[in-house]
């Protein structure tokens, strides 16, 4: 069974930047899409940002266009999430996922597609 661990989120000041890190083991996560969804307190979650298996395709949600960037690298075994100009309506625990089974390569948005996750680092963004 893989582990996806996910590392750099913490306190920003409205306008700052927190880059986010997933570091993944065990399974071959080098073929598999990965995303980042994130959950506010009293709401569902949500989808943020996906990546292909090699990084040639991304998606991402209408609110974070132009101010997140997500990144891997497969070397590495390592998915990024650059934020940027951030809100405090980003604040959330933010959440890195793998899609697998056999259709794993594509991005995907709904976490119903993602089949590993990992346990989640909270963000909070103060005005």
């Known amino acids: 069974q893989g582990q996806l661990v996910e590392s750099g989120g913490g306190l920003a000041q409205a306008g700052g930047s927190l880059r986010l890190s997933c570091a993944a083991s065990g399974l071959t996560y080098v073929t598999a899409a990965m995303g980042w969804f994130r959950q506010a307190p009293g709401k569902e979650l949500e989808f943020v940002a996906a990546?292909?298996?090699?990084?040639?395709?991304?998606v991402y949600t209408d609110s974070v266009k132009g101010r997140f960037t997500i990144s891997r690298d497969n070397a590495k075994n390592t998915m990024y999430l650059q934020m940027n100009s951030l809100k405090p309506e980003d604040t959330a625990v933010y959440y890195c996922?793998?899609?697998?089974?056999?259709?794993?390569?594509?991005?995907?948005?709904?976490?119903?597609?993602?089949?590993?996750w990992g346990q989640g680092t909270q963000v909070t963004v103060s005005s």
């Open positions: 990546i292909n298996w090699n990084g040639g395709s991304t």
């Open positions: 996922a793998a899609r697998t089974g056999e259709t794993r390569y594509n991005t995907a948005t709904k976490s119903a597609d993602f089949g590993s």
